[in-house]
């Protein structure tokens, strides 16, 4: 059901960083051709660009098998949505949304306020993106909780607008799952949009009739999604490449092969192509596992699908030498979700760099994380945790230094400006500063300053390259 990989007495551990060709192609990872996907994507993107909500609707109807004439979704839907909730499931996404908000509001920080000099003052504000995309898919499951994973940071980060998009349903009316819609309601979210793939990436950002383009488009997706986010770069921005999932369980013999087995299946049941991979040291852990993926596997609902999953190349039982090979090689790998379920858990959880997220000992289960740890489930994946990290309220949170300077402040330091501005050949930077100090640079016969009058009119005098005041002229002021 599941191959073997045994990396035993092939490399040390210090060497795994530069793993031999041979041995780097034995690892599990996914196909995920998001370049060859971009070939399908870019003609759907372009023709929304120019045809707007008609191409989004012909796209819903071609793939989603469900035309919609209106994609915006109606307030009574949402409203009826919530209303007919099962009250189980109601009371569990309130808790979600808690614990996440919890852990947003944790994160949010502040503007910070520094003080380089006497008199200047740099302070780096915090602000929120003013409008945002959020998708939340609805292939093979319908995933409300990503609407909980994606609103609530937004909503900590004080995003003034969101829009939430979900693929059409047939079975619902051409509306979005009732569930999705329902959290949306919970949430206070009364933009909604029935659409779903690359065509509603390209709504949210070239904007179409009855709605306006966002600045940010965040969430999971399949690879059309992926695809099309990479494409619209730049003319949104994104939070990351969200492609199929993926678990690795770095485990020793005292963990549980139920507990592992049961894991390694949970994220399986996402997609044919997500990743399940252990990695340890103990073979009598690794057969035990292999035998309770045959019991629980044919016990699990999705069998045909987690079996496929189990059974791909981007899934396998890694045998290593030792746990210390083990832990540099799932740092090396950098998957989405990283369990350590091992005697040593929180100690080996600290010498890992990269991961979407790190579940620590035998009952942090990724899939408390999916719903209800209060962690963010919108993570990197196909290796990327090496560079990027998953969505939090930092996500919704751009950056901007506010510079103010006094006069003398900048005297202070206007003569290291206008050495920096002359070793990079852009006398006018250094001008730029010199023509606020005009008494100083026509007593030094700066013919750049001194061409700007104390009243701040221009002379007539031009400046000439590279006559900017000297930096000595100006501290000695």
């Given at each position: 059901?599941?191959?073997?990989?045994?990396?035993?007495?092939?490399?040390?551990?210090?060497?795994?960083?530069?793993?031999?060709?041979?041995?780097?192609?034995?690892?599990?990872?996914?196909?995920?051709?998001?370049?060859?996907?971009?070939?399908?994507?870019?003609?759907?993107?372009?023709?929304?660009?120019?045809?707007?909500?008609?191409?989004?609707?012909?796209?819903?109807?071609?793939?989603?098998?469900?035309?919609?004439?209106?994609?915006?979704?109606?307030?009574?839907?949402?409203?009826?949505?919530?209303?007919?909730?099962?009250?189980?499931?109601?009371?569990?996404?309130?808790?979600?949304?808690?614990?996440?908000?919890?852990?947003?509001?944790?994160?949010?920080?502040?503007?910070?306020a520094s003080e380089p000099a006497?008199?200047?003052?740099?302070?780096?504000?915090?602000?929120?993106?003013?409008?945002?995309?959020?998708?939340?898919?609805?292939?093979?499951?319908?995933?409300?909780?990503?609407?909980?994973?994606?609103?609530?940071?937004?909503?900590?980060?004080?995003?003034?607008?969101?829009?939430?998009?979900?693929?059409?349903?047939?079975?619902?009316?051409?509306?979005?799952?009732?569930?999705?819609?329902?959290?949306?309601?919970?949430?206070?979210?009364?933009?909604?949009?029935?659409?779903?793939?690359?065509?509603?990436?390209?709504?949210?950002?070239?904007?179409?009739?009855?709605?306006?383009?966002?600045?940010?488009?965040?969430?999971?997706?399949?690879?059309?999604?992926?695809?099309?986010?990479?494409?619209?770069?730049?003319?949104?921005?994104?939070?990351?490449?969200?492609g199929p999932t993926e678990i690795?369980?770095?485990?020793?013999?005292?963990?549980?092969?139920?507990?592992?087995?049961?894991?390694?299946?949970?994220?399986?049941?996402?997609?044919?192509?997500?990743?399940?991979?252990?990695?340890?040291?103990?073979?009598?852990?690794?057969?035990?596992?292999?035998?309770?993926?045959?019991?629980?596997?044919?016990?699990?609902?999705?069998?045909?699908?987690?079996?496929?999953?189990?059974?791909?190349?981007?899934?396998?039982?890694?045998?290593?030498?030792?746990?210390?090979?083990?832990?540099?090689?799932?740092?090396?790998?950098?998957?989405?979700?990283?369990?350590?379920?091992?005697?040593?858990?929180?100690?080996?959880?600290?010498?890992?760099?990269?991961?979407?997220?790190?579940?620590?000992?035998?009952?942090?289960?990724?899939?408390?994380?999916?719903?209800?740890?209060?962690?963010?489930?919108?993570?990197?994946?196909?290796?990327?945790?090496?560079?990027?990290?998953?969505?939090?309220?930092?996500?919704?949170?751009?950056?901007?230094?506010?510079?103010?300077?006094?006069?003398?402040?900048?005297?202070?330091?206007?003569?290291?400006?206008?050495?920096?501005?002359?070793?990079?050949?852009?006398?006018?930077?250094?001008?730029?500063?010199?023509?606020?100090f005009p008494e100083t640079a026509?007593?030094?016969?700066?013919?750049?300053?001194?061409?700007?009058?104390?009243?701040?009119?221009?002379?007539?005098?031009?400046?000439?390259?590279?006559?900017?005041?000297?930096?000595?002229?100006?501290?000695?002021?």
């Open positions: 059901m599941i191959r073997r990989v045994d990396l035993r007495g092939r490399v040390a551990a210090g060497e795994l960083n530069d793993l031999p060709a041979e041995v780097h192609a034995l690892v599990p990872r996914a196909v995920f051709d998001v370049e060859k996907a971009l070939d399908v994507v870019r003609p759907i993107c372009l023709d929304v660009r120019h045809r707007g909500l008609e191409a989004i609707r012909e796209y819903g109807e071609k793939f989603d098998q469900v035309r919609v004439d209106d994609v915006r979704v109606p307030a009574a839907a949402l409203k009826t949505a919530l209303e007919e909730l099962d009250p189980t499931v109601r009371g569990a996404f309130e808790e979600s949304i808690r614990r996440v908000r919890e852990v947003s509001q944790d994160e949010l920080g502040g503007d910070v006497p008199g200047g003052r740099v302070t780096q504000r915090l602000v929120p993106v003013q409008r945002v995309g959020l998708y939340v898919p609805g292939g093979r499951a319908p995933l409300a909780s990503s609407v909980v994973m994606n609103v609530v940071p937004a909503q900590v980060a004080g995003v003034p607008s969101l829009a939430v998009a979900s693929p059409p349903q047939k079975e619902f009316g051409g509306l979005p799952h009732p569930t999705v819609l329902a959290v949306c309601a919970m949430l206070g979210i009364d933009e909604v949009y029935a659409m779903g793939g690359a065509q509603a990436i390209a709504g949210f950002a070239y904007g179409f009739d009855g709605c306006r383009k966002v600045n940010l488009i965040t969430g999971p997706g399949n690879i059309y999604v992926v695809a099309a986010k990479r494409f619209l770069l730049g003319q949104v921005g994104i939070d990351s490449e969200a690795a369980v770095l485990a020793d013999g005292t963990a549980d092969p139920v507990h592992v087995a049961a894991d390694l299946i949970s994220q399986a049941e996402h997609d044919p192509m997500a990743a399940s991979v252990l990695v340890t040291p103990s073979e009598s852990l690794a057969a035990a596992v292999e035998a309770e993926l045959l019991i629980q596997v044919a016990k699990t609902k999705h069998s045909e699908r987690v079996t496929e999953a189990l059974g791909g190349q981007q899934s396998a039982i890694v045998l290593v030498d030792d746990l210390d090979q083990g832990t540099v090689l799932v740092d090396a790998y950098a998957a989405e979700h990283l369990e350590i379920q091992t005697e040593d858990a929180e100690e080996r959880a600290a010498l890992i760099n990269n991961a979407g997220a790190i579940f620590v000992g035998g009952w942090s289960p990724v899939s408390l994380g999916d719903y209800c740890a209060g962690s963010n489930h919108v993570l990197p994946t196909a290796g990327c945790a090496c560079h990027s990290s998953g969505l939090s309220v930092r996500s919704f949170l751009k950056a901007m230094h506010v510079v103010n300077y006094t006069r003398d402040a900048l005297r202070e330091v206007a003569g290291h400006v206008v050495a920096l501005a002359n070793a990079e050949d852009l006398p006018a930077h250094g001008a730029a500063v010199s023509a606020r026509a007593a030094s016969g700066d013919t750049a300053a001194a061409s700007v009058t104390t009243d701040g009119t221009a002379a007539e005098t031009a400046p000439a390259s590279g006559t900017a005041v000297s930096a000595r002229s100006l501290e000695d002021s």
